[in-house]
């Protein structure tokens, strides 16, 4: 069973708009959610964080939105440039017990047209 | 910055041979992580290792084991290579404290023929 879920498989947006990439998740005792961009040929390289006791967390052209009633998470990109261009995973991690385990979802491809 | 290197970009083996990919941090990281990646399903963690000499399985690790004799160097090892480990295989570390993220090296591309 897919406990963190990335519904759209693409995403397609022209540069200088908002990308939003969007994450579900169905397990209540996460409490730390993660959001890394990976390129071809290249490994995930960390982005942005969040944990449970907020709601939002920004880092400059990019923000992270968290919803915990609704277990949604949300990554926020903005302008959007065409380097942006990756596929974008987010994770999430359990709190307590083996918390060092991520559990990903299986990415969005983010293309960024110029 | 953190470094994670992964010994080889690409590899090439044959079933039935005992492949072994090997992954080396600079940052005195107690955790490390093998995950797979496949089209279409994401990262799945293999195994992973919380210090030196410690072990635990992941989500899929029918078919590979691990070595952590060095804190700074952690070994997937395939038994017996079938074609259906043929995938990306990513190595990760992070600090075990907090809420430290994990940080990846550029991944072997491991076909078996």
């Known amino acids: 069973d897919q406990q963190v879920k990335q519904n759209s498989p693409s995403l397609s947006v022209q540069e200088g708009r908002i990308s939003i990439l969007n994450c579900d998740y169905t397990n209540s005792m996460f409490d730390y959610f993660l959001w890394y961009k990976k390129y071809p040929a290249e490994g995930p390289t960390f982005l942005i964080s969040?944990?449970?006791?907020?709601d939002k967390n920004e880092d400059g052209r990019f923000t992270v939105f968290l919803n915990k009633s609704a277990k949604h998470l949300s990554l926020h990109i903005v302008p959007s440039q065409p380097g942006d261009s990756a596929v974008y995973f987010c994770?999430?991690?359990?709190?307590?017990?083996?918390?060092?385990?991520?559990?990903f979802g299986k990415g969005t491809l983010l293309t960024v047209n110029p | 910055d953190v470094k994670v290197t992964q010994s080889s970009r690409y590899l090439v083996k044959r079933t039935g041979e005992k492949v072994f990919l090997e992954c080396v941090q600079d940052m005195d990281h107690e955790n490390m992580f093998w995950y797979r990646q496949d089209p279409g399903l994401g990262l799945r963690l293999i195994y992973f290792?919380?210090?030196?000499?410690?072990?635990e399985k992941g989500d899929i690790p029918e078919g590979y084991s691990v070595s952590r004799e060095k804190k700074e160097r952690f070994s997937l090892i395939l038994e017996s290579a079938s074609t259906n480990q043929t995938s990306m295989y990513l190595c990760a570390s992070r600090e075990n404290w907090g809420n430290q993220p994990q940080h990846f090296g550029d991944g072997t591309r491991l076909s078996i023929l």
């Open positions: 994770a999430t991690r359990r709190s307590g017990g083996s918390n060092y385990k991520l559990t």
């Open positions: 290792s919380y210090d030196v000499k410690m072990k």
């Open positions: 969040i944990s449970s006791i907020k």
